[in-house]
């Protein structure tokens, strides 16, 4: 079964539960309602929104990721289950365990096959070219910092024609990338604390400060998706923010991608990456699965989420 994202937007929105129901109402009229077990992550996007303490910690219960959206609609929170995994105890411990030469290797890994996305995501050939040069100089732990490299050269080439340069900040459609980050970020931690991880013990993010700093680390791979499908909503969006927009990022969560369990849906394939994950901090394994969602489709982004 893949598990469903929930986006809820609009004015005096409230989620109730009523036998293992998440109940949607707007002004006082049911909308409509999916089952709690069937929900991967609900989006919460109104100032105006209420919901019921049994609706969140059934959802959590459930397994799913609750993000609440600030006024600016960016993520502000995410709240995930505290118990993921019959086994947590025994990953919590193979995560502290892990030895720096495991985690260095694993995040070589992280990066190259990042940059290896970048490269395909990347519409200039010459610096498509210098980016597979790149992403073969990646050694353990990446100590020349080459993932900073290749990001001058792929951001150079992203939008030339409207100068971009990215920055948290900045001006548009800088904002839609921090949006489809987030999600993605959201995605990866629920995924990894269903697989018994906990997502602030991070691989190569180690900021005190970061709750998510495995998730952080797992996203990498995957952030030139969201520029792909933002690049192409820059070129007709009008500046904000919209649900046309957040919907389409929110597709990309079931965009097709390549991974060890064939090809499907983006959520389906982080399940295999965490198993691998598990695998290769107990020394079964030494690669990391990590799925590689097809960019070549992204002109015809997949239907939209609930």
Known sequence: MTRRTIEVSGHDVHLSLAHHQVKITRGGEAVGSVPAEEVALLIVDTPTASYTHP?????????????????DHLPAGIALPIEGHHL???RFRAQMEASLPTRKRLWQQIVA????????????????????????RVRSGDPANVE?????????????????RRDRDGPFPNGLLNYGYMMMRAALARALVAAGFHPSFGLRHTNRYNAFALADDFVEPFRPLVDCQVRQLARNASGAIGRAEKQALLSLLTHPTDSAAGTGPLINAL???????????LGEERTLAIPVPRLDLIDTPPEPPS
Do not use: N
Not at 273 to 281: D, F, Y
């Open 148 to 164: 900073a490299q290749a990001a001058r050269f792929y951001w150079g080439a992203w939008m030339p024609e409207i100068g971009f």
């Open 271 to 281: 399940e295999p990456l965490c198993i691998s994950l598990h695998r290769c901090l």
């Open 55 to 71: 609706t969140v910690v059934e959802l959590l219960a459930q397994g799913a990721a609750v993000v609440f959206c600030g006024p």
């Open 88 to 90: 947590q105890a025994e």
């Open 113 to 136: 096959a990042k940059i290896a996305a970048q490269a395909s995501a990347c519409t200039d050939d010459a610096v498509r070219r210098r980016l597979e040069v790149l992403r073969t």
